[in-house]
C-alpha cells in the first residue's frame, strides 16, 4: 500500500490538483478508484494529512497532524504485514530546524525489527538525528 502511494504519487497528485470541471474530474477520479479499487480511500487520505500538516497554522496544529500522520502510516504499514506478508522500516521527521525539533519517529514491521540497529547501528533516536541531519 504504502509503495503504491509513493509509486503513484504523481498520478494521485495530478488528480488531486487538477481542475478542468466536474466532468473530468469525475473521469479523473473514477480511473482513480479503478486503478487503487482496494486502497483508494487509505490513499485519498494519507494525501489529505499530509497536505493539512503543510498548511497546519500553528506548532501544536502541526505536532498533532504529524502524529496522526505517524499512527494512519504505521497502521498502513502493519496491516500489509499481517495481509501481504510486506515488511518495513521507516523513519519520518520534520524539517524545519527551529520548529520540528520533537517530529521524528521509528516503525518498523514485526520481521524487520532490529534492523536499524542491526544493519546501520544506530538505535531509534539516532537513526532519526541522522535523518534530520540528512534533510535539514
Do not use: W
Amino acid at each position: 500500500m504504502a509503495h503504491q502511494v509513493i509509486k503513484n504519487r504523481y498520478v494521485v497528485c495530478r488528480c488531486l490538483t487538477y481542475h478542468p470541471g466536474t466532468a473530468v474530474q469525475r473521469l479523473c477520479y473514477e480511473k482513480f478508484k479503478e486503478a487503487f479499487p482496494n486502497d483508494y480511500q487509505d490513499i485519498l487520505s494519507a494525501y489529505s494529512e499530509a497536505h493539512h500538516i503543510g498548511t497546519a497554522s500553528t506548532l501544536n496544529q502541526c505536532l498533532q497532524s504529524f502524529q496522526k500522520l505517524y499512527r494512519r502510516v504505521a497502521s498502513l504499514l502493519d496491516s500489509a504485514s499481517t495481509r501481504f506478508g510486506f515488511e518495513s522500516a521507516i523513519v519520518l521527521c520534520g524539517n524545519i530546524v527551529n520548529q520540528d525539533a520533537s517530529l521524528g519517529h521509528v516503525h518498523t514491521t514485526p520481521a524487520a525489527a532490529g534492523f536499524f540497529e542491526t544493519r546501520c547501528h544506530a538505535n531509534d533516536d539516532t537513526i532519526i538525528g541522522h535523518l534530520k541531519a540528512h534533510v535539514l
